[in-house]
């Protein structure tokens, strides 16, 4: 017999046929995944950079209607989603004040909550990855252990042995094993990478959020900051997003 992976393949039993069938769907959906999530970390980097640069002086000045405006515009920016959800609900909780709670503190509550439903947003996916390169072994391994069983059995049925006999058997229930780890090894790697590019890309939103909430907290007089103004906004919005290499100030 030609031990090459079309004539194992032909050899395979039923059972084994299917575990190489899921390993395969493995292999294509985090193959799905990950071209998926790199394409949305692209265009998020290029949005943000491109939503930045205008919001820098539309916060600077005090434009915040326009800002919701380009906030809206800028729909694959993860950015815009976050502050203009910010400042959307602060000019609403601004405008029409209801119960004990002021407009900034309501604000801060309402981009924690929006801060998680991005978090998810980047994160969509991911746990696809993890749990291909964690079930994916296993997998492989359930093939083999049936495959040796199903050879095993099949000597015992015929009579013959010999080391000859079991190793075909043997030798073919090992491809799924192989298999498996070849479908977990690069969906661990992807995870990895992915996991990086999300966390990098949630720690410049994180910092842009508490800015912003430091930035309106100067403007209502709660926090006392002899340094810190109401044209500070495009600085801050600059330093929490410089660790994705956006540039946001004007031209």
């Known amino acids: 017999m030609n031990f090459n992976l079309i004539e194992i393949y032909h050899h395979m039993g039923f059972f084994a046929r299917c575990i190489a069938y899921t390993l395969v769907a493995f292999a294509l959906a985090s193959m799905v995944v990950f071209f998926e999530r790199l394409i949305y970390f692209f265009r998020s980097k290029a949005a943000d950079r491109k939503f930045a640069a205008r919001a820098g002086k539309l916060l ?24 203009g959800g910010g400042v959307k609900t602060y000019l609403a909780k601004k405008a029409a004040p209801q119960g004990k709670l002021g407009a900034v503190e ?73 298999l498996g780890l070849l479908v977990a090894i690069p969906a661990v790697l992807m995870f990895n990478f992915l996991t990086t590019r999300a966390d990098a890309l949630l720690l410049s939103l994180d910092l842009a959020r508490k800015e912003f909430m430091d930035h309106l907290e100067d403007v209502h007089g709660m926090v006392a900051s002899p340094v810190r103004g109401e044209g500070a906004v495009a600085l801050d919005v600059e330093r929490a997003t410089r660790k994705e290499g956006v540039d946001v100030r004007p031209a």
């Open 60 to 83: 600077e000045s005090q434009q915040h209607e326009q800002f919701v405006i380009e906030a809206s515009k800028a729909r694959a920016s993860s950015l815009a989603k976050l502050l």
């Open 106 to 178: 309501l604000t801060r509550r309402d981009l924690e909550r929006i801060y998680e439903r991005v978090t998810a947003d980047v994160r969509r996916g991911m746990s696809v990855l993890a749990s291909v390169g964690s079930v994916a072994p296993f997998v492989g391994l359930l093939g083999t252990v049936v495959g040796i069983i199903e050879a095993f059995a099949g000597i015992a049925k015929t009579g013959s042995g010999g080391l000859g006999a079991v190793s075909a058997g043997i030798a073919e229930a090992l491809v799924v094993t192989a």
